[in-house]
């Protein structure tokens, strides 16, 4: 019972100021150029979600049958689907979700991205991330989250210098901070 009730007041601490705190205006200008200027070379769409903290709803799933991480796993599907992610035309979209309150990072992607990646690829750039973000280096971490995942979608949805004039922007660039 403890244990929950850590877990709900450590949530309830954070919230969107917490976000806005790591991430602030000046990195979310350079981080949404970065993701734009990646884009602007494969087809994929790339968005980054930070939450600082689970809504109250996702805490309350939080149990023995729910373990913490399946949860934030859960949370991270519905952002996918809350951003508009997994309703690109090539189906390569890519979330990546930083939950603040659990140093938690989570990448989840589309189905035809998925063909081409195993998850073990995806655990590789989590550790990578997750070591800038332990040193307080969100910068760096997100950047090179979003460099591992715009090789992937290089090496896999790579656009000819013609299509990149048709290349459309799905998505928006911006992290979404909450």
């Not at 995806?122 to 090789?151: I, P, Q």
Request: glycine share 6%; proline share 5%; hydrophobic share 45%.
């Amino acid at each position: 019972m403890m244990n929950k009730l850590t877990l709900i007041l450590r949530h309830l601490w954070l919230d969107a100021s917490d976000a806005e705190r790591v991430i602030p205006p000046d990195v979310l200008t350079r981080v949404t150029q970065r993701v734009a200027a990646s884009e602007r070379r494969h087809s994929g769409e790339i968005r980054i979600c930070v939450e600082a903290s689970l809504p109250l709803s996702y805490l309350a799933r939080v149990g023995s049958r729910s373990p913490l991480p399946k949860v934030i796993r859960e949370r991270a599907i519905a952002m996918f689907g809350k951003l508009g992610v997994w309703d690109t035309a090539q189906n390569n979209g890519v979330l990546i979700y930083v939950l603040l309150a659990e140093h938690a990072i989570e990448i989840v992607a589309d189905r035809g991205l998925n063909t081409h990646v195993t998850p073990e690829q995806w655990k590789t750039l989590v550790v990578h991330m997750g070591a800038a973000f332990r040193e307080k280096r969100y910068e760096d971490g997100l950047t090179h989250g979003l460099e591992e995942t715009s090789a992937v979608l290089m090496q896999h949805f790579a656009l000819t210098p013609g299509q990149a004039f048709d290349n459309v922007n799905e998505l928006p660039d911006a992290p979404q901070l909450q």
